[in-house]
């Protein structure tokens, strides 16, 4: 039987940033950014031709293109969606607010529950987002098998930008891991993000020092898959080593800008004066 993580199954990404307020600025860019990770088929793996990206949406153009996303949806498929705006709580019920219209999350859970969607990952970067999970506690039957939900924060937390909006919180940290490949990660070797790895990695960074302004923390629920549900697939390109090699670079005499430290990565094309033998930089890079 075919499981949420199987490989060969086609990804579709519906990505979405709801209309709001000069409040929220950096949905657009969240979502552009979000899009172009889940249909890089080198990343996410999501069918280009058949994802779909919704900056700026309003609930009337939410419901029509996901009702036709999945009007010929196969039950092998796998949905990625993820939402980027204005979470409420109205009369006990979590909804998704499009500039000032309010669409009940359960609505969306109903209608997969009873489409041929069988396979889907949720993502929910809004406010109050962890209110999103109950869905995943009502009568049996309730919610279609192998669903994972992740959210930017718990029932009562709100969800927050950066300074100066260019991207909130949530979606600036989920993003860093998959780039990074969860900070961690040295081999060059394919690597496999799950679900729960970049819920671990964004738990761990807001709760470092260098968040610890930021509130709210993550929630990750999963209903009847027996896998671990992976988010990408990548492995690094043979250009980009990551920052843990930089002091053996520097052992080897290689003077590396400070570009790429800052940004955690550093690129061959960057090193200057160069002095090692190649066969011995090669060696190393493949070493780790």
Not at 125 to 150: V, Y
Request: net charge negative; charged share 20%; glycine share 6%.
């Amino acid at each position: 039987m075919s499981t949420i993580t199987d490989l060969s199954s086609q990804r579709i990404a519906f990505v979405v940033s709801a209309l709001s307020g000069t409040e929220l600025t950096g949905g657009n860019r969240d979502v552009s950014t979000i899009n172009s990770l889940f249909t890089d088929p080198e990343i996410g793996h999501c069918d280009p031709s058949k994802s779909k990206l919704l900056p700026n949406c309003k609930l009337s153009d939410f419901d029509n293109s996901l009702k036709h996303l999945l009007k010929n949806w196969k039950t092998s498929d796998q949905l990625i969606f993820y939402f980027s705006g204005h979470g409420t709580i109205k009369h006990e019920k979590y909804v998704l607010e499009f500039g000032g219209e309010y669409y009940p999350f359960a609505n969306l859970v109903n209608y997969l529950s009873i489409s041929p969607v069988q396979r889907a990952i949720l993502i929910i970067d809004a406010c109050f987002s962890g209110a999103a999970t109950d869905a995943f506690h009502g009568k049996k039957g309730d919610i279609p098998k192998g669903i994972a939900i992740l959210t930017s924060s718990r029932a009562t937390e709100q969800s927050e930008e950066l300074t100066g909006g260019v991207s909130s919180v949530f979606t600036h940290l989920f993003c860093e891991a998959i780039n990074t490949l969860l900070n961690d990660r040295k081999t060059s070797k394919e690597i496999i993000i799950t679900a729960d790895d970049i819920f671990q990695y964004v738990t761990g960074k807001l709760e470092s020092n260098e968040y610890k302004t930021y509130s709210q923390r993550p929630l990750y629920s999963i209903d009847k898959a027996t896998d671990p549900i992976w988010i990408v697939k990548r492995k690094p390109t043979p250009s980009t080593v990551e920052i843990s090699a930089v002091g053996s670079f520097y052992a080897l005499g290689v003077d590396i800008g400070t570009t790429k430290i800052a940004a955690g990565l550093v690129e061959l094309s960057d090193i200057k004066d160069f002095k090692p033998k190649v066969s011995n930089l090669l060696e190393l890079y493949h070493g780790i």
